[in-house]
């Protein structure tokens, strides 16, 4: 029943195009029955069947998410045995059924579905139309000769598993059904406009196209206009509201003008370089999984326009055709991907691998045709693509040439062949800073064919995923971003990527692999998102707007702030520049183009203070109101003056005899603090093997021996051995407490001995408090977490948050929410009673301990105890990415080294 066949009874694709022609929603209840193989009799194809027996699932939906069978999820791996084009005989099998009205002279109607996951076998009023594949593709049958006026019904036959499967080996949920829209139309135009930058106009029809605005009417097919236009751009997507006047009906459509093009090896977008901004973008909702909501995609286009984004790769297939609509109407540069990859085939050497067997070359033109046809008219997007992780083949070579012949405006995208073959973009994923400096600088390894080698020297450079988002993190984005920014060759990339895939679960939070006990699986590789499940934003997304921002803001000089304008279609006139110094603001006059301003004079003072230049919009734009940042700058104007420290005595901290344990301070039990390196390891240790190092090392078990404690009236200094079992390595360390007039000062000196051969995850003290002290407020950068490459996002101020706030809610729960540079932070209870720790510091204050953030593998795991435990380090190791890619930059990374942490306590 399945073979390499994509597809029986399609008409030929076209665009989706709205037009005036009536159409029926399908949408809605259908009568659904589920079967646990693909055998199930076809008696219900009968439109006089009885199926009052089915249950209703709505459509659009995967029937997984409506308790018929469970979601699974796997990355690379086929979750079933490689053995193209055969499919197991467990093939859950959804059969569909819907009852119509349809009013007289329809006999000229189109079926489409805009997407079915995997196969899907249609009969209208027990007619088979065909069969289609390609799960992210839009299908349409004729359907007119078998309408009746009145009562129709349509069944739909939908198998899990198809010959298709192979080719939608995407990193994601497998998730039958159907998911997008199902509309009966009398529509059948089809359009294809070139437009380009410099105002040229023509199109393909076979009616007269119209654009008002422009003075346009009646322009003939085949007939070039030129036009006086605003060019389109992601900056300022201009769309002129067009008419095509057809044959059988009139289609309105909005049109952009822009060009893309490769000159010398760089990407322009009308005639200027183009520096992508990107994110991979994947569908998802948390409870619909890819049936997602219009609004939800629209809250997707806001949310990447608000944190600086300019850019979609549609990873890997393409999206909802409303989603490519916002995109042209907020203005988003767009990588359209095919729906394609055979990745699981390289985990069999990739022997058989669909993309060299010509059996699937059908299938692959198919796709490429569907997509292309679909989605020629948007601006927005400048490349097409072929698909994603599929190895090499000469199936990919007949996609390209049937594009290259087909639209020639736009440059072919393929990451998986380095021979670049068949693309017109040098594409990479996940090379390092090193490797990206080299190829910017065309000084890459060579390929073995000179005249490939050659070619491939003249290509731009597209970095379509970096910075693997998984879990805390990514890190390092700045160093990458320098690179893009240097390098004309260099247009800049796509993080990996958009959204955490976690299903909302009842009793885990969100869900991911393994969860519904699937016997193959990824586990959390499915959550290495910019956004949370529920599109919260993560610590990530908020560093990213810093780093894409369009405008950056630096202090070259004493009194000068410098405003380089980074947008490459507009200047600066839409922004307000706002110098704020304590809580006075002063509006800055910045030219047009940017440049060196001077600020405004302040009056020094005792304490550390700061100048902040903030860049935010005038007026409201269609994605974000008038006075939404942009980008800001932050330079230190006075540097505090150390308060003297007059001698006082330990009054304050009561100590235990025997062996100087710290019991009380100012009242408060508390335990510690005590030197502590282990942190709850985040994914890029757990996947990037540093985990794996550091218990070998025996980090998460450190043994602390007291070797002598001395007092006298004012001192208290405890020396100790801090040091895994089974290991020579240690930690001399010496605890000295002293008395000062408002409180205690804690000096904590620590000699590594012995062979440190790998960082370490952090250095400083652990201790806890009770329960009541979770106010924080504190003076250093926040409001949200930083890590030594990572928190750019955080900026020097006071800040204040409870200790629940305190928390990054990461789906999987691993080391999250450290503040840094803290100069001082109080923990108080309601009465403002509790402690005031001053020094130069990094806090994470937790309602659970490290061992059980880290045994933790859902948020719900995470049970608040009695205590508040609190971490105050000299230093973090950094971040990285390499769950997915390159690890710690040197730069980052934290050896053991002699070191002296400098606390003072004191009353709030
Ligand atoms: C790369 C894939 O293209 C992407 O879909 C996703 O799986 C990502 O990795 C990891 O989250 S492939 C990887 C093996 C380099």
Redesign the pocket.
């Known amino acids: 029943m399945f073979d390499h066949a994509p597809s029986a009874g399609l008409r030929a694709p076209r665009a989706a195009l709205a037009g005036d022609a009536p159409a029926i929603d399908l949408n809605g209840p259908w009568s659904f029955r589920l079967s646990p193989d693909a055998h199930a009799s076809l008696d219900f194809v009968n439109p006089h069947y009885d199926d009052s027996a089915w249950d209703r699932l709505p459509v659009p939906s995967h029937w997984p998410l409506h308790g018929y069978g469970s979601p699974a999820y796997t990355?690379?791996s086929y979750p079933f045995p490689i053995d193209p084009p055969n499919v197991p005989d467990d093939n859950p099998t959804g059969d569909y059924r819907r009852v119509f009205e349809v009013p007289e002279g329809w006999d000229d109607a189109v079926l489409r579905f805009d997407g079915v996951d995997s196969h899907a076998r249609v009969w209208l009023n027990g007619h088979e139309l065909g069969f289609t594949t390609g799960s992210r593709l839009a299908a349409e049958f004729t359907a007119g000769p078998w309408l009746v006026t009145g009562r129709n019904v349509l069944a739909v036959r939908v198998h899990q598993w198809s010959a298709a499967s192979y080719l939608e080996d995407?990193?994601m949920w497998w998730l039958p059904g159907i998911f997008r829209d199902v509309t009966l139309t009398r529509s059948t135009a089809d359009l294809f406009v070139r437009a380009t930058h410099d105002g040229r106009l023509s199109f393909e029809g076979d009616g007269l196209l119209s654009v008002p605005a422009l003075g346009l009417t009646g322009l003939e097919p085949g007939v070039e206009a030129r036009l006086d236009v605003t060019p389109w751009s992601a900056e300022n997507p201009v769309l002129y509201d067009a008419v095509h006047v057809g044959a059988t009906e009139t289609v309105r459509l909005r049109i952009g003008f822009r060009t893309v093009s490769i000159e010398n090896g760089v990407l322009l977008a009308n005639g200027v370089p183009l520096k992508l901004r990107g994110v991979n973008r994947h569908e998802f909702h948390p409870d619909h999984g890819r049936a997602v909501p219009y609004e939800t995609m629209r809250e997707d286009v806001l949310l990447m326009k608000r944190h600086n984004v300019n850019a979609v790769r549609t990873?890997?297939y393409p999206p909802h055709p409303a989603f490519l609509d916002l995109c042209d109407e907020y203005g988003l540069w767009v990588i359209d991907e095919c729906d394609l990859e055979t990745?699981g085939f390289g985990q069999a050497g990739w022997r058989r691998n669909p993309s060299d067997d010509p059996a699937w070359a059908d299938a692959y033109v198919e796709r490429m045709r569907r997509m292309v046809e679909r989605d020629k008219n948007h601006p927005s997007i400048i490349m097409w693509s072929l698909g994603?992780?599929s190895g090499t083949g000469r199936n990919l070579g007949l996609m390209a040439d049937w594009v290259r012949e087909r639209d020639p405006s736009r440059p072919i995208h393929y990451e998986g062949d380095l021979t670049c073959a068949d693309t017109d973009v040098y594409s990479r994923?996940?090379a390092s800073v090193a490797e990206v400096e080299a190829i910017g600088k065309g000084e890459e390894t060579p390929l073995d064919d000179p005249t490939l080698d050659a070619r491939r020297r003249r290509m731009p450079f597209v970095h379509c995923?970096y910075a693997?988002a998984?879990g805390n993190g990514p890190g390092g984005l700045l160093d990458y971003q320098d690179l893009y920014d240097a390098h004309p060759r260099l247009a800049g990339g796509f993080i990996?990527?958009w959204i955490d895939h976690g299903l909302r679960h009842e009793k885990l939070g969100y869900a991911y692999g393994g969860d519904y006990g699937e016997p193959v699986h990824d586990s959390n590789?499915v959550i290495?998102g910019l956004v949370f499940p529920d599109r919260t934003p993560s610590p990530g997304l908020l560093d990213l707007k810093v780093v894409f921002a369009p405008v950056r803001i630096t202090f070259p000089s004493t009194g000068e702030v410098s405003i380089e304008n980074r947008y490459g279609f507009r200047d600066l006139t839409h922004l307000r520049f706002e110098a704020t110094v304590e809580d006075v603001t002063t509006i800055l006059e910045v030219p047009a183009e940017g440049g060196v301003v001077k600020l405004p004079a302040t009056t020094p003072t005792k304490d550390e203070t700061w100048l902040t230049v903030r860049a935010v919009l005038t007026a409201d734009e269609p994605w974000a109101p008038a006075g939404h940042e942009i980008a800001w700058g932050q330079v230190r104007l006075t540097t505090p003056t150390p308060a003297p420290r007059s001698g006082g005595s330990l009054t304050g901290a009561d100590f235990s005899e025997g062996t100087g344990r710290l019991i009380r301070l100012f009242g408060i039990e508390v335990e510690g603090p005590r030197l502590e390196l282990w942190r709850a390891p985040i994914d890029n240790e757990r996947f990037g093997g540093l985990d794996w190092h550091w218990r070998t090392m025996g980090l998460h078990r450190l043994t602390h021996r007291v070797d002598a404690v001395n007092r006298d009236e004012d001192r208290l200094t405890v020396v100790t051995r801090v040091a895994p079992a089974a290991s020579d390595l240690g930690l001399r360390t010496t605890y000295t407490w002293t008395g000062v007039a408002d409180g205690v000062l804690l000096e904590v000196h620590v000699v590594p001995e012995g062979e440190w051969k790998h960082p370490i995850p952090r250095l400083g003290v652990a201790m806890s408090i009770p329960a009541e002290y979770d106010q924080v407020t504190w003076y250093g950068r926040g409001p949200g977490e930083a890590y030594p490459d990572t928190g750019l996002a955080a900026r020097v101020g006071r800040w204040s948050a409870t200790v629940d706030e305190f928390q990054t809610p990461y789906v999987f729960p691993q080391e999250n929410g450290h503040r840094a540079e803290v100069r001082w932070a109080t923990l108080t209870d309601a009465t403002g009673r509790g402690i005031r720790i001053s020094g130069n510091y990094g806090l994470t204050a937790r309602r659970w301990t490290t061992a059980a953030l880290e045994e933790a593998r859902h948020l719900p795991d995470l049970v608040p105890g009695d205590r508040i435990h609190l971490n105050l380090d000299l230093a973090h190791h950094g971040i990285g990415s390499a769950s997915?890619g390159p690890g710690v930059l040197p730069q980052y990374e934290l050896q053991a080294r002699e070191s002296t942490l400098t606390l003072h306590f004191t009353h709030p």
């Open positions: 990355n690379v995407q990193d990873s890997h990745h994603n992780e994923m996940y995923e693997h998984m990996w990527e590789f290495d997915c």
